[in-house]
């Protein structure tokens, strides 16, 4: 890998001033840096305090419940740590580099609401817009009752877009309820390699599990939107997002299939449980997907992320490339749930901490300094994957944390107390 010399030189002053952080990017691949590097002190942060986090994490690590982890956190806008711990492959020995690439799972939602909201400022695709207007096969009209779906009334209203990224839009996925209606539902259009258009016709013969607009449940409306956005722009999501966020924002690594040039750097999972002993994978992302899907299809690098969150945090631009406008932004990241919506089952998420959280679109979104199992501020927002990645932005306090490990058991619930507390702890001014 090539750097310029005044890299070099920054990298040697860095040393010189044993600020371990690992912040010297490792963005020779696009010729672009995650972040511009600055030492934790600079931006109002300890080192010392911050080298807990690899105590942490080596602690996990020998303790054979992770592989490994990158973490990467910014602040004020500038890379403050960005290390690697451990494995990328426990099994075969293989040291974790920064540039591993990670299945992100449900990480992919918040970058296909930010897509989605480049057609809202182009007037293409409307918040309050019937999805049917957009994807005509999904004029459903009737919604269970308690359930059951032989017994179905007339809905109030349709879904809309903004249902679909806040998920009150009463479809649902069969892993997220117990019953009649939810048995009867697909998993989704990658778990039952369906084609698009046939997931569409199969949600299309079924009943709202809930009346759109006044349940919270996590489901399948990232993966319809993505359709729609297929629908509207005439792209595939792969052309559409490489345009209109990839490209601008130098995410050289983010796909939806790991190109065999790159097989080499992806990170794997433990092949047992921690906890309950059972085999586990992550999905194959070597595989071209039938569909390429909202709800959890992409992979990605810490370095790739820290950069998407970075945009967000700035209001929808980064180095001179504008994404979103920065009222767009604070729609996206601002909460759309209401005072009648029941939110029982965002309040009480079985792999994150939501307690006293809202939702925003693809984003979940802090209310208050407490009730929230970790340390937060109020507004911060932030999403997670089923395979052991997350993310958090705060704007009260300009900072961007990144954590990718693939950990797909429940255990990743431990590592989304531990990470936030072990970041914000560091903070000095």
């Known amino acids: 890998m090539r750097a310029s010399a005044s890299r070099r030189i920054g990298v040697a002053i860095m040393a010189l001033c044993a600020v371990a952080s690992g912040v010297a990017a490792q963005g020779a691949r696009s010729g672009r840096a995650a972040l511009p590097a600055a030492t934790p002190e600079a931006v109002g942060m300890s080192s010392a305090r911050l080298q807990r986090i690899r105590a942490a994490l080596d602690r996990e690590i020998d303790g054979d419940r992770i592989p490994g982890a990158v973490v990467a956190v910014a602040r004020h806008g500038q890379l403050v740590y960005y290390e690697s711990f451990g494995y990328l ?73 903004e249902d679909l990224m806040r998920h ?20 989704g259009p990658t778990a039952d390699d369906l084609t698009g258009p046939e997931y569409l016709e199969a949600l299309s013969q079924l009943p709202f ?64 449980d921690p906890i309950s002993g ?22 990605s690098t810490a370095s790739d992320y820290v950069r998407f969150a970075q945009m967000l945090l700035n209001g929808g631009e980064l180095d001179a490339a504008r994404v979103l406008g920065r009222a767009t932004v604070a729609y996206l990241t601002a909460d759309h749930t209401s005072p009648d919506m029941d939110l029982t089952r965002l309040h009480a998420f079985p792999v994150d901490q939501l307690a006293g959280h809202g939702f925003g679109l693809g984003v979940s979104v802090r209310r208050s300094a407490g009730v929230g199992g970790a340390i937060g501020s109020p507004g911060t927002f932030h999403w997670s994957g089923a395979e052991g990645t997350t993310f958090w932005v705060d704007p009260v306090e300009d900072l961007v944390i990144v954590f990718m490990a693939q950990t797909p058991g429940q255990i990743r619930t431990y590592y989304r107390q531990l990470v936030p507390g072990l970041v914000y702890q560091a903070l000095v001014d």
């Open 89 to 161: 492959d426990k099994v075969a020995g293989t040291p974790m580099p920064k540039d591993a690439i990670f299945a992100i799972a449900s990480m992919t939602k918040p970058i296909f609401a930010v897509g989605a909201m480049s057609l809202y400022e182009e007037g293409r695709l409307l918040m309050d817009e019937a999805v049917s207007t957009y994807l005509p096969v999904l004029d459903n009209t009737l919604v269970a009752i308690d359930g059951d779906p032989s017994r179905t009334r007339s809905a109030r209203r349709k879904p809309t877009i």
């Open 168 to 187: 009150t839009s009463g479809w649902v996925t069969p892993s997220r309820g117990t019953s009649a209606v939810h048995d009867l539902y697909p998993p």
């Open 278 to 299: 059972a085999a586990q994978t992550v999905r194959n992302k070597l595989r071209p997907l039938e569909v390429e899907c909202g709800g959890g299809c992409l992979t």
């Open 209 to 272: 599990a809930h009346e759109p607009g006044t349940t919270w449940e996590y489901g399948p409306g990232f993966d319809i939107l993505g359709l729609a956005i297929e629908r509207v722009s005439g792209q595939s999501m792969s052309e559409f997002l490489r345009a209109r966020l990839w490209e601008p924002l130098g995410m050289v690594d983010t796909a939806f299939t790991i190109p065999a040039s790159k097989a080499t750097r992806q990170a794997r999972p433990l092949p047992r």
